[in-house]
Every structure is written in C-alpha cells, then in structure tokens.
C-alpha cells in the first residue's frame, strides 16, 4: 500500500455492527478516495476520484446494484 493511503484516516460504516469482515473508506487530500478491506488493513487497497465515488454511492443507495 502506498504511504499517502496507510497515513489516511480509515473507517467503517456505523452499520458494520464491529464486524471485522467490513471494507473501510478514507477521504483523502486531492479528490482521492480510499477503499480497502478490513481484514487486511495492510494489504492492497483501491482508490477512486471523488466523481466516481459520488456515482457509485448514488447508484447503490438509489438500488440500482440490486439484483432483478
């Protein structure tokens, strides 16, 4: 993982409950943000612009993931 991604500022959804099998988001300086998985904090992580974040979290509340 890159150093400006394991110096952000991680964390869960208040809906996780605590659970450890969880993907963590970090908003971070220059429009980037961070998504990895919890179980491996110090493993790989994906990062996105804050457009393509916008969508995604827009087309997921909206339902649009949802199977038919």
């Given at each position: 993982m890159s150093t400006?991604?394991?110096e952000a500022l991680?964390?869960?959804s208040s809906y996780s409950g605590g659970s450890q099998e969880c993907v963590e988001v970090a908003f971070?300086?220059?429009n980037v943000i961070g998504v990895r998985d919890s179980k491996e904090r110090g493993g790989?992580?994906?990062s996105f612009?804050?457009?393509a974040?916008?969508?995604f979290t827009a087309?997921?509340?909206s339902c649009r993931f949802?199977?038919?």
């Open positions: 400006y991604l394991s991680w964390f869960k971070i300086g220059g790989p992580a994906l612009t804050a457009a974040w916008d969508a087309n997921t509340r949802d199977r038919p």
